[in-house]
């Protein structure tokens, strides 16, 4: 189910479970506040991580570090992980950050390499159990509840609002 770039809608990156949504501080790139959306990716999930927006990349970062479970809320800024921020062709901005996991020992992201993304498009996977999180405007409307199955390139997590 690839969207229309026209469309607001941000799908799953990733099959798992969504065990965070809350309004937080991102103060690596975004420097604002926004909602975090995460989801979990156990041993069992397709770990393939999907662009959930067509848009440009246009910031990668990798952070080596630890290897908590990945479900444990320091994870997110203190496990090996990766930063990735797509701008969608209106100048909005979803930051999506791969974290390893505590069976993950591998994260792989594309976005270094290719800049431009359709939804949908593989950006990278990680191996076994981790996490991936999107950071999105507060004006978002979430879709998605807690502990709700995602399906990658599927499930609608969330709805930007319109721009006029």
Same mark, same amino acid.
């Given at each position: 189910?690839?969207? #229309?770039?026209?469309?607001?809608?941000?799908?799953?990156?990733?099959?798992?479970?969504?065990?965070?949504?809350?309004?937080?501080?991102?103060?690596?790139?975004? @420097?604002?506040?926004?909602?975090?959306?995460?989801?979990?990716?156990? $041993?069992?999930?397709?770990?393939?991580?999907?662009?959930?927006?067509?848009?440009?990349?246009?910031? +990668? @970062? +990798?952070?080596?570090?630890? +290897?908590?479970?990945?479900?444990?809320?320091?994870?997110?800024?203190?496990?090996?992980?990766?930063?990735?921020?797509?701008?969608? $062709?209106?100048? *909005?901005?979803?930051?999506? *950050?791969?974290?390893?996991?505590?069976?993950? @020992? *591998?994260?792989?992201?594309?976005? $270094?390499?290719?800049? #431009?993304?359709?939804?949908?498009?593989?950006?990278?996977?990680?191996?076994?159990?981790? !996490?991936? #999180?999107?950071?999105? $405007?507060? #004006?978002?409307?979430? =879709?998605?509840?807690?502990?709700? @199955?995602?399906?990658?390139? !599927?499930?609608? =997590?969330?709805?930007?609002?319109?721009?006029?």
């Amino acid at each position: 189910m690839v969207l #229309d770039a026209s469309e607001e809608l941000i799908l799953s990156p990733c099959d798992g479970k969504v065990v965070v949504i809350e309004k937080v501080f991102e103060p690596e790139f975004l @420097k604002e506040e926004v909602i975090q959306i995460s989801v979990f990716m156990s $041993p069992i999930n397709v770990h393939i991580n999907f662009a959930p927006v067509t848009g440009k990349s246009i910031y +990668y @970062k +990798y952070h080596p570090g630890k +290897y908590l479970v990945a479900w444990h809320p320091k994870a997110s800024t203190e496990n090996e992980r990766t930063t990735t921020v797509f701008e969608r $062709p209106d100048g *909005r901005k979803i930051l999506v *950050r791969q974290i390893a996991g505590a069976l993950a @020992k *591998r994260i792989v992201n594309y976005t $270094p390499k290719v800049s #431009d993304f359709r939804q949908g498009d593989e950006f990278g996977f990680i191996k076994f159990g981790s !996490r991936v #999180d999107l950071f999105v $405007p507060l #004006d978002t409307e979430i =879709l998605v509840g807690l502990e709700q @199955k995602a399906v990658g390139n !599927r499930t609608i =997590l969330a709805k930007l609002p319109s721009k006029a």
